[in-house]
């Protein structure tokens, strides 16, 4: 039966990573016309700009030469007006000069010998250049686009850097953080920078297409890591995916790689909170109207419904389910839970109180928790408890017994549980210093609970136990630390 059992369980698998594959091709397949009737727009685009600029190169041109032309034209014509007028006055002179000759008079013909002479001396035909201004010629104006040609006819496609290699070795997951390695198959100095782009999933293995978160991105990065940091890890993986850019394209996706975030998410439960807290999912606040308000709700609801459930509460969530219907905190024990529960490993996560936060707890108990009890006053609930409505007290409280913490308080506290190894740490969520820690062995699943008398707390989940905070539980295991008197096998 066993065997069997899992060999469906494996074709579902099979089956479900086909169907993704199916899914991939399909969605490659319709990208593929998509971008090649981009391609080939872009191609036209660029042709036509080639033959626009062509065109405008030949009128230019074509306009010089004409210029050139009438240049050259105008000073010919300018040189022949000048030919012509110097000619007529040179025929002129000749003819006066052969009728000089047939004067028979001496003295006479000395006189006007004479004045032709004066006449030819200032005649303009002896003063014009005989040789052309300008050139028939407007070889000048030649071109040759052999070497044009030749690049035209070289050009190729543009070059596309190769897909990244992610060094899946390399890469790190830690504080909230990943640090992100990887390679060019091959050198190439034409890269100019690279496009990180992640996205959670919780899912292994390849990336699937329907259902998922859109992809994030990193543009610009110009070496070959990159960390993404504040990251809240509230999905078990993280597809990443890396491409290289030359000035001109982008080029192919790596390969995707698929990380494992682990992290403890919660939410607080608003289902049991006390009425007198108004919550919103990881946000609690205290609301001294909120008892009154409820009960004239409950009240109308009695008056306008006779043998029906009240519907204030609903297990229909798988978390609603798996932490069980419980009646709602009440009295003086302004509590509210978490909404999962603690079975094994270690979480961390972290609150922060109002600045007119009179007083609150922060900690942890069994589900057992009644529902006039307060934490740290029962022997299935630990914490620390800060009082500032008259003056500032810092205590860790447990089975109904306190110690005063004398140290400051901080604005943030981390919240550190290692269910198996039977310990529950707080810390200065800013400096990581160490403030109280619990030893004893857990028997039954953890829940976070807080308290909380005027202001309100923010709980921030989905985070990974600090590095800082595992060096310090390594040197608090090897050397002690703040460790409660106040512990117990519960």
């Known amino acids: 039966m066993e065997t069997l059992q899992r060999i469906v369980s494996t074709l579902v698998n099979k089956n479900d990573e086909i169907r993704n594959f199916i899914d991939m091709l399909n969605h490659t397949l319709s990208n593929l016309q998509v971008n090649s009737f981009h391609a080939i727009s872009e191609l036209n685009e660029?042709?036509?700009?080639?033959?626009?600029?062509?065109?405008?190169?030949?009128?230019?041109?074509?306009?010089?030469?004409?210029?050139?032309?009438?240049?050259?034209?105008?000073?010919?014509?300018?040189?022949?007006?000048?030919?012509?007028?110097?000619?007529?006055?040179?025929?002129?002179?000749?003819?006066?000069?052969?009728?000089?000759?047939?004067?028979?008079?001496?003295?006479?013909?000395?006189?006007?010998a004479r004045l032709i002479k004066d006449?030819?001396?200032?005649?303009?035909?002896?003063?014009?250049?005989?040789?052309?201004?300008?050139?028939?010629?407007m070889t000048h104006m030649m071109v040759d686009f052999t070497l044009e040609?030749?690049?035209?006819?070289?050009?190729?496609?543009?070059?596309?850097?190769?897909?990244?290699?992610?060094?899946?070795?390399?890469?790190?997951?830690?504080?909230?953080?990943?640090?992100?390695?990887?390679?060019?198959?091959e050198e190439?100095?034409?890269?100019?920078?690279?496009?990180?782009?992640?996205?959670?999933t919780n899912f292994d293995g390849p990336p699937r297409l329907k259902g998922e978160q859109r992809w994030e991105l990193v543009d610009?990065?110009?070496?070959?890591?990159?960390?993404?940091?504040?990251?809240?890890?509230?999905?078990?993986?993280?597809?990443?995916?890396?491409?290289?850019?030359?000035?001109?394209?982008?080029?192919?996706?790596?390969?995707?790689?698929?990380?494992?975030?682990k992290a403890f998410v919660f939410s607080l439960d608003s289902t049991s909170s006390h009425l007198n807290l108004k919550v919103e999912d990881t946000y609690v606040e205290w609301d001294s109207t909120g008892g009154k308000s409820q009960e004239k709700i409950k009240g109308k609801e009695n008056k306008n419904t006779s043998n029906t459930a009240s519907p204030k509460r609903s297990t229909n969530s798988p978390r609603a389910s798996a932490r069980g219907s419980r009646?709602?905190?009440?009295?003086?024990?302004?509590?509210?839970?978490?909404?999962?529960?603690?079975?094994?490993?270690?979480?961390?996560?972290?609150?922060?109180?109002?600045?007119?936060?009179?007083?609150y707890s922060v900690g942890v108990t069994y589900r057992n928790?009644?529902?006039?009890?307060?934490?740290?006053?029962?022997?299935?609930?630990?914490?620390?408890?800060?009082?500032?409505?008259?003056?500032?007290?810092?205590?860790?409280?447990?089975?109904?017994k306190a110690k005063t913490l004398d140290i400051p308080i901080p604005d943030r506290i981390g919240v550190y549980c290692d269910f198996d190894g039977g310990q529950l740490s707080f810390y200065n969520a800013s400096s990581k210093a160490l403030l109280h820690t619990f030893r004893t062995k857990f028997t039954q699943p953890l829940l976070p609970g807080f308290m909380i008398w005027f202001g309100g707390l923010t709980v921030t989940t989905g985070l990974q136990v600090p590095s800082a905070v595992k060096t310090l539980q390594k040197s608090e295991n090897g050397l002690g630390g703040s460790t409660s008197s106040l512990n117990n096998v519960a």
Not at 328 to 339: I, K, N, P, W
Not at 376 to 396: E, P, V
């Open 46 to 112: 660029e042709f036509d700009g080639l033959y626009s600029v062509l065109h405008e190169m030949k009128e230019s041109m074509a306009n010089t030469i004409q210029q050139e032309e009438a240049r050259k034209i105008q000073a010919l014509q300018d040189q022949l007006r000048q030919c012509s007028c110097a000619l007529e006055n040179s025929e002129e002179l000749l003819e006066l000069a052969v009728r000089s000759l047939d004067i028979k008079d001496p003295v006479e013909l000395l006189e006007a």
């Open 327 to 359: 009646d709602r905190f009440a009295g003086e024990s302004y509590t509210v839970l978490g909404d999962t529960a603690i079975e094994s490993g270690q979480h961390y996560w972290e609150v922060r109180a109002q600045k007119d936060c009179k007083s």
């Open 220 to 261: 610009y990065i110009k070496a070959t890591q990159y960390t993404l940091s504040g990251l809240k890890f509230d999905t078990k993986y993280m597809n990443l995916r890396v491409q290289a850019c030359n000035k001109a394209v982008a080029g192919e996706y790596s390969d995707p790689v698929t990380l494992e975030t």
């Open 149 to 185: 040609k030749q690049m035209l006819q070289a050009v190729k496609f543009l070059p596309v850097p190769k897909a990244p290699e992610i060094d899946v070795a390399a890469c790190l997951v830690a504080d909230n953080c990943i640090t992100m390695s990887w390679r060019m198959p």
């Open 119 to 137: 006449s030819v001396t200032v005649a303009s035909a002896f003063r014009l250049s005989l040789k052309p201004k300008v050139s028939d010629s």
């Open 369 to 400: 928790l009644g529902k006039f009890d307060q934490l740290g006053k029962t022997n299935s609930s630990w914490c620390i408890h800060i009082n500032s409505w008259l003056q500032a007290t810092f205590s860790a409280k447990h089975n109904n």
């Open 188 to 200: 190439d100095s034409r890269i100019d920078h690279f496009v990180l782009e992640y996205r959670k």
